[in-house]
Nanobody
Framework: VQLQASGGGLVQSGGSLRLSCAAS????????MGWYRRAPGKQRELVAD???????NYADSVKGRFTISRGDAWNMMYLQMNSLKPEDTAVYYC????????????????WGQGTQVTVSS
């Protein structure tokens, strides 16, 4: 079982990127939690996530610019990032609770390997 984050890259300030998170493996069920990022020299921080009530939550620094969504496919999650700023430069990670199809029916928390986003000024 793994989460694969992709879609990062180098973009100019004001540009856009769409990050994808794909889950694969023997999965019974998945609950995508959200996206996080770690900038150089800083701790990992929440970017956007899904609340238990089914709505979305965003860090103040990305509100109005980023949009988190689940894909039509059950194993996909996305982060649309618009109006990117140099301070958005970071490694972005996706996170999910996954119940592995092993009969134990216990969720475990998984992290994607991270995808680098670099925004030039």
């Amino acid at each position: 079982v793994q989460l694969q984050a992709s879609g990062g890259g180098l973009v100019q300030s004001g540009g856009s990127l769409r990050l994808s998170c794909a889950a694969s493996g023997s999965i019974f069920s998945i609950n995508f939690m959200g996206w996080y990022r770690r900038a150089p020299g800083k701790q990992r921080e929440l970017v956007a996530d899904f609340t238990s009530g089914g709505s979305t939550n965003y860090a103040d620094s990305v509100k109005g610019r980023f949009t988190i969504s689940r894909g039509d496919a059950w194993n996909m999650m996305y982060l649309q990032m618009n109006s990117l700023k140099p301070e958005d430069t970071a490694v972005y990670y996706c996170n999910a609770d996954i119940v592995v199809a092993n009969g134990k029916n216990r969720p475990s928390n998984y992290w994607g390997q991270g995808t680098q986003v670099t925004v030039s000024s």
